[in-house]
C-alpha cells in the first residue's frame, strides 16, 4: 500500500489553469499504476486520467482530452495533474489513486480497480 496526499486545488475562473500534486509514501518502489478521479456533489465517481509505472502510456475520460495532462515523477513519489481551459463542469473533489495490488499487467480506468485513495483536494470553476 501506498498513503496519498493530494495537494493544488483552488478556486479558478473558467478558461484557468490548475495543477493538481499528489504525494505518495509507503511501498513506493514497486511498480503501480496511477491515476485521478473525481467527484462532484450529487454525481458519480468518474474517471478523469491514468497513467502507467513507466509515464509513457497515459489514458484520458473525453471530458479531459486535450485540456488535461497526466504525468509523474517515480524518483519524487509524485503524480501530476495538469488542467488548463477549466470548465465549471470540471468543479469536483480530485481524487489521486493507486494500483498496488501487483495483479493487473494493465493501467486501470475503473475505480475498483484502485485500492490505494488520497483524501482528494477541491477544484472549484466559477463561470
Known amino acids: 500500500q501506498v498513503q496519498l496526499v493530494e495537494s493544488g486545488g483552488g478556486l479558478v475562473q473558467a478558461g484557468g489553469s490548475l495543477r493538481l500534486s499528489c504525494a505518495a509514501s509507503g511501498r513506493t518502489s514497486s511498480p503501480y499504476a496511477m491515476a485521478w478521479f473525481r467527484q462532484a456533489p450529487g454525481k458519480e465517481r468518474e474517471f478523469v486520467a491514468a497513467?502507467?509505472?513507466?509515464?509513457?502510456?497515459?489514458y484520458y475520460a473525453d471530458s479531459a482530452k486535450g485540456r488535461f495532462a497526466i504525468s509523474r515523477d517515480n524518483a519524487k513519489n509524485a503524480l501530476y495533474l495538469q488542467m488548463s481551459g477549466l470548465k465549471p463542469e470540471d468543479t469536483a473533489r480530485y481524487y489521486c489513486?493507486?494500483?498496488?495490488?501487483?495483479?493487473?499487467?494493465?493501467?486501470?480506468?475503473?475505480?475498483?480497480?484502485?485500492?490505494?485513495w488520497g483524501q482528494g483536494t477541491q477544484v472549484t470553476v466559477s463561470s
Open positions: 497513467i502507467n509505472w513507466s509515464g509513457v502510456a497515459t
Open positions: 489513486v493507486a494500483d498496488t495490488t501487483g495483479r493487473r499487467s494493465y493501467t486501470p480506468t475503473t475505480a475498483n480497480e484502485y485500492n490505494d
